[in-house]
C-alpha cells in the first residue's frame, strides 16, 4: 500500500456516544457467560507517573537509584532485577537523568545476556544508551518500552513463562516503590488514589503463588508472597476515595525493603 | 523534515514488529496457544498502529504502549480485557480485525459494570474502531470488543492503547 492510500484509509471522523451500537448500557461482570481475554498489561511506571504530574511537578530525582547488581545463577532473581532495572530506568526518564538512564542500558543489556535474550535486545538498549546521552527522552521512552516487550516476548518463544510473570512483576515493583515514596514526600489525597490498585495487586500475587515452585526458589520468594498480601490489602481506597497516608508510608516501606531483599539476595 | 523522518521512523518501527501470536504471554493478553509459535509479522496490530499513528504527534501526543491484546472473535461474539487505568490520564483503544468489511463494537465499562462515556473514533474502513476515555477514577475497568454479524468468518484481531 502507497503512502498516500495509506494514510487516505486512515483519514478518521469523530462523535460522541454514551452508548455504543449492540452494546448493552450494563454488564453483569460475574455473569458465567462472560468471556474474558486471559492475562494482563501492567501498566508501566511512567503511565502513572503521567497522572501525578498533572497535579503539580514531582521530585523524581531522589527515586533515581543506580545499584550496583551481583548476579547469580536464580535466573527467576535476575527476572525480577530485570523487570526492577527496566523501572528504575522509566523513573530516570522522568527525572531527565542521562548518567542513570545510560547506565541503566548498560545493565539492561548485561541482565538481559544472563537470561540469554541479549541479542534480542541489544539494539534497544544501544538505542537507550544513545538517545539518553542527547536527551531524546521520548525515544529513551519508547525504547525501554520495547526492551520490556521483546524480553516479555521472547521469553514466551523459549517457554519461560513463569519468568515473564516475574519480569512484569519486578516492573510493577520498581514503579510502585516509587510512587509510594514519592507520595510519602508530597502527600495528597488526590495523588494516593494513583495506589488504589487491588485487582491488579491480586491478579499479581494469584500469577506469582501458582507459578511453580521451582521457579521460587530461595528466601526472597517467601517475601514476595507476603508482601504481595500486605500491598493487596493496603493498595485499597476508603470511603472517601483516597489512602490515607499512613497507609501510603507503609506500602513505600514493604516495597522499598522487598526492592533491597531483591538486589541483595 | 525532522517530523516526516520521525514518522518514517515510527512507521518503520513499528512495522517491523515481530509478534509471537497467541504466545500466553503475547504482550500479556493473548488467548490460546501454538505448538511451533511461529514467527510472523502481526498484520492486525499493525493495522491498528497504522491507524493509531496520527495521535501519536503534534502538542499532546499519545504515548503508545507495546503490550497489546490479540486473538479470535466469532461474528456475534464479545470479550472483554481487563485493565487498570489511572484518573486524570486519557486513553485510546485502537481495535483492529483483517476483514474491511468487519463492524466492530468497542466500548469501556467500569468496574461496577456501567458503559463509560466515549469519544469513538472511525475510520474509511469498518475493520478498525477506536475509543477515547477519560478514567473518573483510578482503578480497574473492562474494554469490551466484539465483531458484529456482517460477516461469517471468524476474525484474528488487536487491541492496542496509548495515554497522555
Known amino acids: 500500500m502507497n503512502r498516500p492510500v495509506l494514510f487516505a484509509v486512515f483519514l478518521a471522523g469523530s462523535f460522541s456516544i454514551g452508548i455504543g451500537q449492540d452494546a448493552p448500557a450494563k454488564i453483569n461482570l460475574s455473569d458465567p457467560n462472560i468471556v474474558f481475554v486471559q492475562g494482563s498489561v501492567i501498566p508501566i511506571p511512567l503511565e502513572i507517573f503521567a497522572s501525578l504530574d498533572k497535579l503539580g511537578v514531582q521530585d523524581w530525582s531522589k527515586q533515581v537509584a543506580v545499584r550496583e547488581i551481583k548476579l547469580d545463577t536464580n535466573r527467576s532473581r535476575t527476572a525480577m532485577l530485570f523487570g526492577l532495572v527496566v523501572s528504575e530506568g522509566f523513573i530516570a526518564v522522568q527525572a531527565q537523568d542521562k548518567e542513570a538512564v545510560r547506565g541503566i542500558g548498560r545493565e539492561v543489556l548485561r541482565l538481559a545476556g544472563s537470561l540469554g535474550v541479549a541479542s534480542s535486545v541489544e539494539s534497544h538498549a544501544n538505542s537507550i544508551v544513545n538517545a539518553a546521552g542527547n536527551s531524546e527522552w521520548s525515544v529513551v521512552r519508547s525504547e525501554l518500552d520495547k526492551t520490556r516487550q521483546t524480553v516479555l516476548n521472547k521469553m514466551a518463544e523459549l517457554r519461560d513463562d513463569e519468568l515473564v510473570d516475574l519480569v512484569s512483576l519486578g516492573g510493577w515493583l520498581g514503579g510502585t516503590r516509587a510512587l509510594a515514596a514519592v507520595l510519602q514526600g508530597n502527600y495528597s489525597i488526590e495523588g494516593s488514589d494513583l495506589l488504589n490498585q487491588p485487582d491488579l495487586v491480586k491478579q499479581l500475587k494469584d500469577d506469582f503463588n501458582t507459578l511453580p515452585a521451582r521457579a521460587k526458589r530461595g528466601k526472597v520468594f517467601t517475601q514476595i508472597s507476603n508482601t504481595l498480601a500486605h500491598l493487596e490489602s493496603l493498595m485499597r481506597t476508603d470511603a472517601s476515595g483516597a489512602i490515607s497516608k499512613g497507609k501510603v508510608v507503609e506500602i513505600s516501606l514493604s516495597t522499598n525493603n522487598l526492592v533491597d531483599a531483591i538486589y541483595e539476595s | ?164
Do not use: C
Not at chain 2, 511451533?36 to 501526543?61: C, F, H, W
Not at chain 2, 468496574?111 to 476515555?133: R, W
Not at chain 2, 482503578?139 to 495515554?163: C, H, K, N
Open chain 2, 1 to 164: 523534515m525532522r517530523v516526516k523522518i520521525w514518522t518514517f521512523a515510527l512507521l518503520f518501527g513499528i512495522g517491523i514488529v515481530i509478534a509471537f501470536p497467541v504466545s500466553s504471554a503475547w504482550a500479556q493478553g493473548a488467548e490460546g496457544s501454538v505448538a511451533s509459535r511461529p514467527v510472523v509479522i502481526d498484520d492486525i496490530k499493525l493495522t491498528a498502529q497504522r491507524a493509531a499513528l496520527s495521535q501519536l504527534t503534534g502538542e499532546r501526543p499519545f504515548i503508545l504502549r507495546e503490550s497489546s491484546w490479540g486473538g479470535q472473535l466469532k461474528p456475534g461474539e464479545a470479550k472483554l480485557v481487563q485493565i487498570q487505568l489511572f484518573k486524570r490520564n486519557e486513553y485510546q483503544f485502537w481495535f483492529a480485525v483483517a476483514n474491511r468489511k468487519a463492524g466492530l463494537n468497542l466500548n469501556v465499562y467500569n468496574a461496577n459494570g456501567e458503559m463509560m462515556k466515549t469519544d469513538a473514533t472511525t475510520y474509511d474502513t469498518s475493520n478498525v474502531i477506536s475509543l477515547l476515555v477519560h478514567p473518573e477514577e483510578t482503578g480497574v475497568y473492562y474494554v469490551r470488543l466484539s465483531l458484529q454479524t456482517t460477516i461469517e468468518d471468524p476474525q484474528r484481531w488487536s487491541l492496542i492503547y496509548a495515554y497522555r
